[in-house]
């Protein structure tokens, strides 16, 4: 079955320093998405790309954050100056459409901001 | 604004009993009614989705979920229960009726016994 990849599966990073976390979703999907769960809370939307360009984002999603489908495998989540409170479960998810489409997501990527 | 409520935040079972997790929904359209599952150090995973089909969705791995309008519920259960099935389970509602954006219940931890 096709699936969602996600790498690193752990990044530690300093506080102020840059991340990309890194995703290849399911081939012929066209709509990706961000998620993150902070540890104890609710798995809460970040953003939503479709047509390279961003369809959605959430209050979460501010200047720190950005999102970028390099190539025609690869989505990316940049966070460019972490913050403690941006230590969480990061999802990414595709699907092939709207409309009660299943989403499919990875298997995470855990940030942990020292 | 649409929401679920996850009325349980622990469920307990012996091996082989019923299994019930209660979801609740609130949504001003026909909403697309998700479960998905989480084990233990893993990604999301879909168990069923409900888009205005039949009321009574059939998952995988023997679960099941019924959409009372009425109600406007949207319960989980599984006839026995199986080690393999603790797990934490989220309720989830789409945002809207032209987004894929999902909004996520706080999640019921579902713990089996032998």
């Known amino acids: 079955e096709p699936e969602v990849t996600q790498t690193p599966s752990h990044q530690v990073t300093q506080m102020g320093q840059e991340v990309i976390l890194r995703c290849v979703p399911i081939?012929?999907?066209?709509?990706f998405y961000w998620y993150r769960q902070i540890l104890g809370q609710k798995v809460e939307f970040l953003v939503s790309?479709?047509?390279?360009?961003?369809?959605?984002k959430s209050e979460i999603f501010d200047d720190q954050f950005s999102v970028e489908r390099p190539d025609g495998s690869n989505f990316t989540l940049k966070i460019r100056s972490t913050k403690l409170e941006d230590s969480a479960m990061y999802f990414c998810?595709?699907?092939?459409?709207?409309?009660?489409?299943?989403?499919?997501f990875g298997e995470g990527s855990w940030l942990t901001v020292v | 604004a649409q929401s679920v409520t996850q009325l349980d935040s622990h469920v307990s079972v012996s091996e082989g009993t019923p299994v019930l997790l209660r979801c609740n929904y609130s949504?001003?359209?026909?909403?697309?009614l998700f479960w998905y599952v989480q084990h233990p150090n893993k990604g999301l995973q879909l168990l069923l989705k409900?888009?205005?089909?039949?009321?009574l969705v059939k998952g995988i791995n023997g679960f099941e979920a019924e959409f009372k309008k009425s109600e406007t519920s949207f319960h989980l259960t599984k006839p026995s229960a199986h080690m393999s099935d603790a797990a934490e389970y989220f309720c989830?509602?789409?945002?809207?009726?032209?987004?894929?954006?999902?909004?996520f219940g706080t999640g019921t931890r579902l713990q089996v016994f032998p």
């Open positions: 998810a595709s699907s092939e459409g709207l409309s009660g489409n299943t989403i499919y």
């Open positions: 081939s012929n999907h066209l709509y």
């Open positions: 409900y888009t205005s089909a039949a009321t």
């Open positions: 790309f479709y047509n390279n360009e961003i369809s959605e």
């Open positions: 949504s001003s359209y026909s909403p697309s």
């Open positions: 989830v509602v789409s945002a809207s009726y032209n987004t894929d954006k999902l909004i």
